[in-house]
């Protein structure tokens, strides 16, 4: 048994026993429906992490890299506006998914596997490799190289500024946008 079912299990025994760490109810600007979206957010990311795993060794998947461990990354989305430009780590697919829940008709389940499968019907990368992105949620799409997505991020950071003093035609962003 690999160590991904051990934790799945021992998580599923704990929530059926209902024992889990007694907590207080979402303070500060998270709500109870952000909590909620934080939770899903954080199930799905793992339930893809393990279904990208099982594809891999059934030969209909290609990459098995998981977010374990970046699932935080969702609250830094529910913080931000889907109008905040955001480049993401490769492992950070709580922020997308968590994300969704800001823009309707979003399906980050389907994306992510078609992602998984290197399908040409990957909306992001037409089937070139495992990335994380959406135009819809002004997430750039984005390769696994360890930091690749910073002098992306720091020339959108920088456009936005440009486009305060000269205002393009095409602008997408508010005046007042950040990029994450």
């Not at 830094?76 to 829940?101: C, E, G, K, N």
């Amino acid at each position: 048994m690999d160590r991904s079912t051990i934790v799945h299990d021992n998580l599923l025994a704990r929530v059926a026993a209902g024992d889990l760490p007694q907590g207080s109810p979402p303070a500060g600007p998270l709500t109870a429906e952000g909590a909620a979206t934080l939770w899903q957010a954080a199930c799905l990311t793992r339930a893809l992490d393990r279904q990208s795993r099982v594809m891999q060794r059934v030969g209909q998947g290609f990459y098995t890299i998981g977010s374990s461990g970046h699932e935080g990354m969702g609250a830094v989305a529910l913080a931000l506006r889907p109008t905040d430009m955001a480049f993401l780590h490769y492992r950070d697919a709580a922020f997308q998914i968590a994300r969704t829940s800001q823009i309707p008709g979003q399906n980050p389940t389907w994306d992510m596997l078609l992602s998984f499968a290197s399908s040409s019907e990957d909306p992001i990368s037409g089937g070139r490799h495992k990335v994380l992105g959406s135009k819809a949620l002004n997430i750039p799409s984005q390769t696994s190289t360890i930091a690749s997505h910073l002098p992306k991020a720091v020339g959108a950071a920088d456009a936005i500024g440009a486009a305060r003093r000269h205002r393009p035609k095409h602008a997408e962003l508010p005046d007042d946008a950040i990029v994450m």
